[in-house]
């Protein structure tokens, strides 16, 4: 550094002076610590308007913005004006300026190629130029009159701070994270290069930059046709690019860095102008859900807030959600770079299903990582069968009802049929508590524990004799029917979200007589039953003992003693709260543990005797009775199903 002191300041001719006045310019010597010579030459040339680095030197040394010069245009070509290069891409120059030029006219000494790292697109993988600009900003902490929202007594950062804490968050650590980022964020830069942005609509002069000088006359008439819609105007374009009301914006000044000088009315562009403007708030539009990935809190969601707050003085969403990314079975984000995507129509779609697809996204934890692989989407497959084959059992066993003419009031049902109306009513209560705060994966859980569990190894396990065996128009099996008429309509809202065209295609089986009838306009279900803790808790209970009584009976049937457990007679022994609570089920007991029989009395604990039946089974029922062939002209079948086929038909009271 003690030698490079000795060069501060010392002024050299461009090497190209000589050749063409363009470049009869003189290069100061600054200096810096970022070069150094154990990394180069420790004597380069420096580029205010394409490195970061030499911008701020050159700025350090008291060069003003108008001093730099900037020959690359946005295309990545020079401006016509330069000599000797102009119009050319800068790729395809770099050659013939570095080497053949200035060999030609006798200013290079040698040359040579090495490899170096150098700046390149994330995304595409390509080399970049950095350009320096004229940026506009928007103050985040103007309070002087630079800044203003309808007259609002608060900076924009004030206003957006505000606007977080009046915002839902799911997950809620994203509230955290984006009201971080707003309190420590400088002036809001409005103009990013990028080709996908939203432009600026102002003119510009193509060679040199320069705004047109009747900026600002021309952004209040674009004002002007933005509210009455009909007269033409010189920015009629623009507007069609940038509709909307304007917030205050501010531009830093080229002279001086630190100063922002107001320009008029900035013409922000929000996705909620326009058609959907039926979504307005009362000072402008407001959407219930802005839904990215957890990456937008300093992309999508701090712009949109800038935006709203600018504009209207408060955030354009009700609320934000945000999720993780896709990962691979190692753990690594999924990335069309690293060959490591997923083709969803090919590898999910095309062999499984949309519904599979659909299905594997709602069961994951978005908060988090989605990891996805073979093993996984095996264990969808299985639940989603699960709830499918559930679906497929209500669907066939109330294929012969008409609500209309069928169906039995509700305070007339069976008692299980009633609980299990309360329990579906009381499910649907915890998902759809899910549902409002936009947690999905417990839905799908809970929903293939409820097909699982709540039907498929209890109320439907139990219901199946008296849907097979009753009389087809009895009230014991049209009281079956009326519960599985209403968890039907239930369930197949539960699932739509995620289920879409399977619960589309089971609808229009169910209930979509009608062209046009579809899911997709049906709330949620109203099951027209009050809450009855009470029955809920008495049947959780004979789940439960239900439950021990099915182990005892498989450990009988593993020595061979019994095949399956209608072969069972059950005895059991248990407390008086208990006794209270099977004695209430009379002789529908047997039916509730799917038993040819089952006597209860008390005991101190649980105890629970099985005994394989010496009766004869009945080729119908399955049951084992002491009444099997009792009528010579049925000898096969036992007196319930000859009464059900023949006559009045069994009574049923409970089960």
């Known amino acids: 550094m003690t030698a490079g002191k000795s060069l501060e300041l010392l002024r050299f001719k461009h090497p190209l002076a000589h050749v063409h006045p363009g470049f009869d310019r003189e290069s100061p010597v600054y200096l810096a610590d970022y070069v150094t010579a154990e990394a180069g030459t420790g004597v380069v040339h420096s580029a205010p308007a394409y490195g970061e680095d030499d911008f701020y030197t050159c700025k350090r040394y008291g060069m003003i913005n108008d001093d730099i010069l900037s020959p690359v245009q946005s295309n990545g070509v020079y401006v016509a004006e330069l000599p000797f290069f102009g119009g050319q891409f800068i790729w395809k120059a770099n050659p013939v300026i570095v080497v053949a030029k200035l060999e030609e006219v006798g200013s290079l000494l040698a040359h040579e190629t090495i490899n170096h790292s150098y700046m390149h697109c994330w995304r595409h993988k390509t080399p970049l130029i950095y350009r320096a600009t004229a940026q506009w900003f928007v103050g985040m902490d103007k309070g002087d009159g630079v800044f203003t929202v309808d007259k609002a007594d608060k900076t924009l950062r004030q206003l957006a701070l505000d606007a977080i804490e009046q915002t839902s968050f799911y997950p809620e650590n994203g509230r955290t994270r984006l009201h971080g980022m707003i309190a420590g964020r400088p002036d809001w830069c409005i103009s990013r290069q990028r080709n996908w942005g939203v432009p600026i609509p102002f003119f510009l002069h193509k060679a040199s930059g320069e705004l047109h000088p009747r900026t ?3 952004m209040e008439a674009r004002r002007a046709v933005g509210r009455g819609g009909r007269h033409r105007s010189l920015v009629q374009a623009g507007r069609r690019r940038a509709a909307g009301r304007g917030g205050r914006a501010v531009r830093q000044d080229p002279g001086h860095p630190g100063r922002l000088v107001r320009l008029g009315h900035h013409p922000f562009r929000h996705v909620l102008k326009g058609s959907h403007a039926g979504a307005a708030h009362a000072s402008g539009p407001v959407a219930d859900l802005y839904l990215e990935g957890s990456d937008q809190h300093r ?12 504009i209207d003085g408060h955030a354009p969403y009700r609320q934000l959600l945000t999720h993780g990314f896709t990962v691979d079975e190692s753990g690594r984000k999924m990335s069309k770079s690293l060959g490591n995507t997923v083709v969803p129509q090919e590898t999910i779609i095309d062999t499984l299903g949309a519904d599979i697809l659909r299905l594997w996204v709602a069961a994951t934890d978005y908060s988090g990582e989605i990891a996805g692989d073979k093993k996984i989407l095996d264990r969808v497959v299985d639940g ?10 209500l669907l066939a066993n109330t294929s012969d009802f008409d609500v209309a003419t069928d169906a039995v009031p509700l305070d007339q049902l ?12 009381q499910f649907q209560e915890e998902i759809l508590a899910h549902y409002q705060r936009y947690e999905f994966h417990p839905v799908v859980a809970k929903l293939q524990v ?3 569990e709540d039907l498929g190894a209890f109320y439907l396990d139990v219901l199946k004799d008296r849907l097979y065996t009753s009389a ?10 009326t519960a599985l008429w209403h968890i039907t309509h239930a369930m197949l809202r539960w699932m739509a979200p995620f289920l879409s065209f399977t619960a589309e295609e089971a609808w229009k089986v169910f209930a979509g007589k009608q062209p ?5 306009t049906e709330t949620f279900w109203s099951f027209g039953v009050a809450h009855d803790d009470g029955l809920i808790a008495k049947w959780n209970r004979i789940h439960e003992i239900r439950d021990a009584v099915n182990k005892a009976i498989e450990a009988v049937r593993t020595t061979g003693a019994i095949g399956s457990s209608l072969q069972a007679e059950v005895a059991l022994g248990v407390n008086a709260e208990d006794l209270s609570l099977l004695s209430s089920l009379g002789e529908d007991l047997k039916f509730v543990l799917i038993t040819s029989a089952a006597t209860v009395a008390a005991a101190q604990e649980l105890s629970i005797t099985v005994t394989p039946s010496t009766h004869q089974k009945c080729e119908r029922c399955w049951h084992y009775r002491a009444d099997v062939g009792a009528n010579p002209a049925h000898p096969t079948i036992c007196g319930r199903c000859e009464s059900n086929l023949y006559g009045e038909g069994e009574t049923r009271v409970i089960a």
């Open 516 to 520: 046009g009838e579809t899911i997709f």
């Open 414 to 425: 069976l008692e299980a049929d009633r609980y299990a109306l309360a329990r579906a009513a």
């Open 472 to 481: 087809p128009k009895s009230a014991a099996r049209r009281s079956a029917q």
């Open 450 to 452: 409820y097909c699982s």
């Open 299 to 310: 992309g999508w969601f701090h712009s949109s807030l800038l935006t709203g707050c600018a």
């Open 384 to 393: 989603y069968r699960r709830i499918r084959n559930t679906l497929r059992f």
């Open 216 to 218: 600002v006359e021309l």
